[in-house]
């Protein structure tokens, strides 16, 4: 991956930005199945035609191949809903204008109703990028009746200038734990290749091996979490210091930590599997739950799940099936 493979990452950005604002489009429905191939088709060329094999920078492509599952699936439901995504209250895509979670905030702005044709280019532009970041589903239809957990806010959403410095000393806390944590496992002889090897070479029996073996999976854990509080602020730095979205637009996205958890539940379905559950459940679940009932929807969001972390260790090298 260099700076000359940039036309490609702009074209693939712009091709699934157009196949978001088209869904929030009505009439669009057969443009959208036209332009769906396309951003399929992009989105794999760039993220397994164009990787980072320097064993410092394959990480990037490990997120790369992780980030590329979840764009296939955003673009399968942006390509293949029949009435596009609508937003709560709703009845034809485009008709409210604020943002989305605003919706279901505690203290919402006014809701703006406009003809979806008036929007003018930069207003279609933002509109799509609003869809491709709805990971949750908070405010839209696609999200309702599932439940969602928003985390309670901790910063003052009343006051932006205040809200974005919060913001900005969380994601600086965030990037500085990760990147520490970070050089901690790379130290470790082994981790960090396609290769394979264990976790349990390290110690002298098997209560240091398995102590070992525990604490540099939690430390991993911890890292990975510190890295998606960091993209998330950056989102939420550009989304309300840049685009000009309001502070509730952007409410936390996990509540509680590794440490703080109180059972797995708490932390593996409440927090962490929100963001990815939409994902989960248009690869796997959905599909098996239409041939198994509701347990097919169990074992198929579980399926994806594997589906999602196989293929982005391919993407570095790893043979999918899991053999060297």
């Known amino acids: 991956m260099t700076l000359g493979r940039s036309p ?11 196949l978001a604002a088209l869904a929030r489009q009505p009439g ?21 035609g164009f990787v980072w094999w320097d064993l410092p920078l394959n990480g990037i492509s490990l997120i790369a191949g992780c980030y590329s599952v979840l764009t296939i699936m955003k673009a399968l439901q942006l390509g293949l809903s029949p009435n596009g995504i609508l937003k709560l209250g709703e009845k034809v895509p485009g008709e ?3 943002p989305a979670a605003d ?29 491709l970041a709805s990971a949750r589903g908070i405010g839209w ?26 913001t900005y000393q969380s994601a600086v806390i965030h990037f500085l734990y ?18 394979g090897g264990s976790t349990f070479v390290f110690g002298q029996n098997t209560v240091e091996r398995y102590s070992i073996s525990a604490l540099l999976h939690f430390i991993t854990s911890i890292f990975l979490i510190n890295n998606l509080h960091f993209v998330y602020n950056l989102m939420t730095l550009i989304g309300v210091g840049c685009i000009g979205q309001h502070p509730t637009s952007w409410p936390p996205v996990i509540s509680t930590t590794v440490t703080t958890s109180t059972s797995m539940h708490s932390f593996w379905a409440r927090d962490w599997h929100q963001i990815l559950r939409q994902t ?11 041939i198994f009932g ?6 198929g969001a579980f399926l994806a799940s594997g589906v999602l972390h196989i293929w982005a260790l391919y993407v570095i090298g790893a043979a999918p099936t899991g053999t060297r």
């Open 96 to 98: 409210i204008t604020v």
């Open 178 to 195: 990760a990147d520490l944590l970070g050089v901690f496992i790379s130290l470790v002889p082994g981790i960090g290749t396609p290769d």
């Open 28 to 48: 669009t429905r057969f443009l959208r199945l036209a332009i769906l191939p396309f951003a399929v088709i992009l989105t794999l060329r760039l993220t397994y």
């Open 294 to 299: 509701s347990s097919g929807l169990i074992w």
């Open 280 to 290: 989960f459940l248009t690869l796997g679940g959905y599909p098996f739950q239409a």
């Open 141 to 166: 239809e696609f999200g309702s009746g599932t439940k969602i957990q928003i985390p309670p806010e901790t910063r003052d959403v009343s006051d932006t200038s205040k809200f974005l410095r919060q």
């Open 8 to 18: 490609h990452i702009i074209a693939t950005f712009l091709t699934l930005v157009t």
């Open 103 to 131: 919706l279901v905030a505690q203290d919402p702005p006014k809701r703006v109703a406009r003809a979806p044709g008036s929007l003018t280019l930069v207003e279609h532009f933002l509109s799509g990028l609003e869809v």
